[in-house]
């Protein structure tokens, strides 16, 4: 049986080249614990999406066409067959270029819970 292996970035419509290890956290209702007296019980909190990827500067690129300010669609998509759909995704922090690297530089997105799509 196939597991997951690869995973494919599409934001804002670009497909971005990702170094294997990229990481996806699908946000959506969690369980904290809480404890009291001798017992423990259950509250529930939202967590977001979270994606983190490292990519590769490139000559010719542009920085500004990878990093906006702004929201926009980001796509998961994985080669198990799924897709991961959040409309409402934004980059959370501005990525270091690390020179002798291979330019690599990682960005970090959050978002919602994702719609997911089975292929």
Same mark, same amino acid.
């Given at each position: 049986m196939?597991?997951?292996g690869l995973i494919d970035i599409i934001w804002r419509g670009r497909n971005i080249p990702i170094k294997r290890?990229?990481?996806f956290k699908v946000g959506g209702i969690q369980n904290q614990v809480v404890t009291y *007296?001798?017992?423990v019980g259950r509250s529930q909190e939202y967590v977001g999406s979270e994606v983190?990827? /490292?990519t590769n500067f490139e000559r010719g690129q542009r920085f500004g066409?990878?990093?906006t300010e702004g929201e926009g669609e980001l796509q998961v998509i994985c080669d198990? *067959?799924?897709t991961f759909v959040m409309n409402d995704a934004f980059?959370?922090?501005r990525p270091?270029? /690390?020179g002798g690297e291979d330019g690599q530089f990682e960005l970090k997105w959050a978002a919602s819970t994702p719609e997911e799509i089975l292929a």
């Open positions: 196939q597991t997951l290890g990229g990481k *007296g001798r017992k983190t990827a /490292t066409n990878l990093f198990t *067959g799924q980059l959370t922090e270091e270029i /690390t």
